[in-house]
């Protein structure tokens, strides 16, 4: 985070409808060294907070059109304002009630006339720095988030390379080695000798290994999804899923799902991923089922098992609470300003995530399908 990013001075916005006072809160103010704002009305005072980021309002009460008590209930109305700091300022309005009613309608303080500067300055340089290491803990939550997308966009980019090697140089080595053994055996050869029955052990062996290499490097970055899409690299992987888990695996999706930008689905697929991994790992459950649909502009993803569920029966759990896995769930999601929530059903776990598509996206893919069920067809060997 460079040193230009750190916050400066806050604005702090004085209402009143007397000039003079303003100008008296002014001089107690100005060796704060903030940005201080001059508003003679409630309403001007309303044009200058939608236009300005601004830490604390110091206000009258008694003000003609809209006064003070008015004015803190319309500020707190706005989402923008929820947090801002109102310090009322009075001379008549001083009884308990009245005080009742100003933090009734937000004020997070109330000063009486005469004002001492030294109070005045002490109150409202609270606030402002509160502000302003608010402003400064947002800019460090954005260099976070921008950190934590580097820092997947290059774990994605390493799966890449690494699943180019495994298929291009290890896959391709271990072929032309098979290739070279088997031009030892001849076709007519019976195999009856002890040499030529290790040969086709070897053989033998040697294309599982081709086999296992395959399924790796398409596990770490599926080609499908660069060339066809999601929904072709959704069905491969629960196919495969399924085959290696013993799980039941129903994927179904939205027919007319569309193409999205290669970066996000990229980010869908490993959250159903992830979360498929997470069903093999902890749920001991006998099926899963994937959905993908666009709800009112959204791409809703679900994942839900009927394995031995999370927690004490709770229906919503924080993601933090249930390990590594749905952490980088969360990561991916909120990447695209998603939410991620666990949900106990009662016969297993549900993870929901939902994630703003973009407002143009591309075609949709080909080709479309609507429901898979892929049911195991060998015993589990674990999952990669």
């Not at 060294?33 to 009460?61: F, H, P, Q, W, Y």
Request: aromatic residues 4%; charged residues 25%; glycine residues 6%.
């Amino acid at each position: 985070m460079t040193s230009n990013s750190t916050p400066g001075p806050v604005n702090i916005l004085m209402v009143d409808d007397q000039p003079a006072k303003l100008l008296s809160y002014e001089v107690m103010l100005e060796e704060l060294g903030e940005n201080l704002l001059k508003a003679t009305s409630g309403r001007e005072a309303l044009e200058i907070l939608l236009k300005k980021d601004v830490a604390v309002v110091l206000m009258d009460v008694s003000m003609p059109e809209l006064d003070g008590f008015q004015l803190a209930e319309m500020i707190r109305e706005h989402p923008r304002f929820q947090k801002t700091a109102i310090i009322f300022i009075s001379a008549v309005h001083l009884t308990d009630l009245d005080r009742l009613k100003g933090y009734q309608r937000g004020a997070v303080d109330y000063i009486s006339v005469p004002v001492i500067p030294d109070l005045l300055r002490a109150k409202v340089s609270v606030f402002a720095e509160l502000h302003r290491k608010a402003r400064q803990l947002e800019l460090l939550n954005q260099e976070l988030r921008r950190l934590s997308h580097n820092l997947m966009t290059a774990q994605d980019e390493e799966r890449r390379r690494v699943a180019r090697e495994l298929h291009d140089g290890l896959g391709q080595d271990l072929t032309a080695a098979k290739m070279m053994l088997g031009s030892l055996v001849q076709p007519t050869q019976v195999m009856e000798s002890t040499g030529s029955r290790t040969v086709a052990e070897v053989l033998s062996m040697m294309d599982q290994a081709i086999e296992q290499v395959r399924t790796m490097s398409h596990l770490l970055h599926p080609p499908l999804l660069d060339e066809m899409g999601l929904l072709s690299a959704l069905r491969w992987y629960t196919e495969g899923f399924a085959k290696r888990s013993g799980v039941e695996t129903i994927l179904d999706v939205q027919q007319d799902f569309p193409r999205l930008g290669p970066e996000l689905e990229m980010a869908i697929f490993k959250i159903v991923q992830e979360s498929l991994t997470n069903v093999f790992r902890h749920a001991e459950a006998k099926q899963a089922v994937v959905q993908l649909e666009e709800r009112e502009g959204c791409a809703f993803i679900s994942i839900e098992d009927n394995g031995k569920g999370i927690g004490n029966g709770s229906e919503e759990l924080h993601p933090n609470s249930y390990g590594i896995g749905v952490i980088g769930i969360k990561q991916r999601a909120a990447e695209y300003d998603g939410q991620v929530t666990l949900r106990n059903t009662g016969s297993g776990t549900r993870v929901e995530v939902r994630v703003p598509l973009p407002s143009t996206p591309p075609q949709p893919v080909v080709p479309r399908f609507s429901k898979l069920s892929v049911r195991p067809r060998v015993e589990p060997s674990g999952i990669s």
